[in-house]
Structures are given as C-alpha cells and as structure tokens.
T-cell receptor, first 112, second 116 residues
Framework: NAGVTQTPKFQVLKTGQSMTLQCAQDMNHNSMYWYRQDPGMGLRLIYYSASEGTTDKGEVPNGYNVSRLNKREFSLRLESAAPSQTSVYFC???????????FGQGTRLTVV | AQSVTQPDIHITVSEGASLELRCNYS??????LFWYVQSPGQGLQLLLK??????LVQGIKGFEAEFKRSQSSFNLRKPSVHWSDAAEYFCAVGGPATDSWGKLQFGAGTQVVVTP
C-alpha cells in the first residue's frame, strides 16, 4: 500500500521561483493536511482540507496556496519562494471521526 | 485556541532505564490526543492515540500514555528504553476529522538520546 505519497522528495529553488508540491493518498481519506517542520518548532499547520472542495488556513499560511484537486490529491504552491520557506514539508491524510493522521515521507525544500 | 507544550526539548536516557515524556495541551472541547515518533530523515509514525474511554492507552514498541483531564496532560512512558528508541517524539491534539475541528496541533517535539 502506498499510503501518502509526496513528490518531489528534494528540491532546490532560487528566490522568486515558483513550484508546486504534490500529495496524493490512496486510503480514501476525507481530510488532508500540509505541515512544515523546522528545527525546534515541531510541525506547523499550513493548510487543512476537511473534505474535497474545502480548504482552511492553518498557523502559517502566508506565502502558500493550496488546491484540493479531488479526494485523493492536495497540492501546495509557493508562488514566489523566499529563503524563509526553506523547510521540510509534510503532507498527511485522515479518515473521518476518531482517526489518526497518516504522513508522507516529506519534501525537503531549500530556497537559495 | 488549541496548543501543545512539550516542556523538554532534549532528554538523555541510559539504555534499560525508564523514559517519560511530558505533554500539556490546551483545547476547547474533549481532545483527541496522539503521540508520534520520527526517526532521522523519516516521516512520522503513530505510537498511540486517545479518543475516549480508558485513560491509560497502550501503543506500539512498548509505549503507553496516560490522559489526565485535570492536569491537561498526556504523558508518554516506556519502562525500559532500547537504543532504537532514539528519535524525536511529538505530541498532538485535535478533534474529529470533520470541518475545522479536524486541525491537528503539534508540540515542538522532544529529542531522545539513548546512551549505552
């Protein structure tokens, strides 16, 4: 079972470039999440999608946009990358009700 | 607003000794609580979860956690640590995965080092 798949695994961008991080889950989960992980700060929620067609801002949404393309896919877009967006990005998904989140393996993004 | 505090940034423990990681939360309703573990360069793996019922929950790898509503705590314990338990541990709080209650808030993490 693939679970939650993130692409790419590594990326280097120049300041001002744009890119989209892809996330897909094959568990038929309703909810999907994007987090960023920085040393000493744990995981901070960027955006959340409770179900197909809905998105909601998390703690640190500035500089990001998301698209819940369908039930399986939830993409994160950086329109104009900044060095402060250097981080490890994790996508997660969750079924409804009393369930836990399942995480992808992460995307390590460096903005130079 | 929901929040999670893990007071210990770094803990060093001898192999075979007991381990306790602290987690305090703030949440406006009955919380769903989770502990995740992350090995270097890896994603997050669920250790255990609490939704309701028995306040002492058992997880994988010999870990357990106790929910104490009066103290807003969900501390993680293991009686005897193995070298393979060296990792970073995250506590998380949230609600049912429907509408805005489904947001999961994570703590800053506790790095566990195991010495021989």
């Amino acid at each position: 079972n693939a679970g939650v798949t993130q692409t790419p695994k590594f990326q280097v961008l120049k300041t001002g470039q744009s890119m989209t991080l892809q996330c897909a889950q094959d568990m038929n989960h309703n909810s999907m999440y994007w987090y960023r992980q920085d040393p000493g700060m744990g995981l901070r929620l960027i955006y959340y999608s409770a179900s197909e067609g809905t998105t909601d801002k998390g703690e640190v949404p500035n500089g990001y946009n998301v698209s819940r393309l369908n039930k399986r896919e939830f993409s994160l877009r950086l329109e104009s990358a900044a060095p402060s967006q250097t981080s490890v990005y994790f996508c997660a998904s969750r079924a409804g009700g009393m369930t836990e989140a399942f995480f992808g393996q992460g995307t390590r993004l460096t903005v130079v | 607003a929901q929040s999670v505090t893990q007071p210990d940034i770094h803990i060093t423990v001898s192999e075979g000794a007991s381990l306790e990681l602290r987690c305090n939360y703030s949440y406006g309703a009955t919380p769903y609580l989770f502990w995740y573990v992350q090995s270097p360069g890896q994603g997050l793996q669920l250790l255990l979860k609490y939704f309701s019922g028995d306040t002492l929950v058992q997880g994988i790898k010999g870990f357990e956690a106790e929910f104490k509503r009066s103290q807003s705590s969900f501390n993680l314990r293991k009686p005897s640590v193995h070298w393979s338990d060296a990792a970073e541990y995250f506590c998380a709080v949230g609600g049912p995965a429907t509408d805005s209650w489904g947001k999961l808030q994570f703590g800053a993490g506790t790095q566990v080092v195991v010495t021989p």
